[in-house]
């Protein structure tokens, strides 16, 4: 028996096995709408056994890129180019997931892809980017803070790209909130110095993310919702796991079905000790003390090393990023080596099926 690959439900959805691929920007769109490579791309790891394929960080809004490059869910175009490629995740029995984000102060950088560093200028292609508070991630333009209208904006932009990710077909929608962009920024005490209602205490700083929870919940009622918080800064003063597994309590009861746990991302001066499964325990502390369903990310990077974090309780599922680009077929391989018999090998790759 194994854990990773039996199927998991999370709100109605049943997930084919646990073995997932984390979302991955790929800094190649063209006015936010994904091209070619993004379908290329994502289609190969539902051939190669994905239970769950989460597409990359996708603007819900253009001054929420990460990049002029980032792709978008805000219109209709993206909606539309958004939909054969879901539809070919499906034809390859993977469900389909997107990640909704807004990068607030971490917004209008230069693509990595580009060789260059910080943000764009406005003369070319960049803008001001927004924040909770009027405070630069270290390197970054000075971003401006968000008044209130801007905050009901983001709100009902979240909503919106919600509702067009299911129109899209995709399954399962994630929100991000970690690795410092805007819902993390306001979960931070370091980037959130407010004093209204979205700054000071951990109920206010998790306003935002609770009003988003709330109208994403709304637009997309049958949708499994999923939440990526960064589990700790990894810094002085900074998030730290006991509000995590806080606000997942929260989250949960707002109508989230499921934490991504993963960490980091909020200030340049993070100190992290990295090493395989770095994260696990991060996950395993909210899934315990806050009593939700988890997956663990994170230099999980073989069969093995996954199933035994599933196996001791760190984690209801595993996600992979730069293992699925080493290996887009990570699943079938990590079948084989856990002499697991699938039947979803793609019938015309059977021949390569060991036995
Ligand atoms: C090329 C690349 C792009 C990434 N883009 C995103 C993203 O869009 N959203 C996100 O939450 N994490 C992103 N990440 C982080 C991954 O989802 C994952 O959490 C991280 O790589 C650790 O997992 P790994 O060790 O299995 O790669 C990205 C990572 C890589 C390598």
Redesign the pocket.
Known sequence: MSILFSPLTVHGLTLRNRLWV?????YSAVDGVPQEWHHTHLAQFASGGAGLVVA??SAVSPEGRISPEDVGIWNDDQREAWAPIVAALHARGAAAGI?L?HAGRKASTWSPLSGRHGSVPAAEGGWTAVAPSAIAFEGYAEPAALDHASIDRVVADFAAAAGRAIAAGFDVLEL?A??GYLLHQFLSPLSNLRGDEYGGSLENRARLLLRVIDVVREAAPDAPLFV?LSGTDWADGGWEVESTTTVSTWAKAHGADFF?I?SGGLVAHQKIAVHPGY?VPLAARVRAEAGVLVNA?????DAAQAEQILAEGGADAI???????RDPHFALRASSDLGIDIDYWPAQYVRARPR
């Open positions: 984390s979302p991955m920007c790929q990359e960080a990640q984000g991000h970690a690795h990526r991504d993963s994260q990310v994170g230099l999980i990077t996600m992979a990023g730069r293992e699925w680009l």
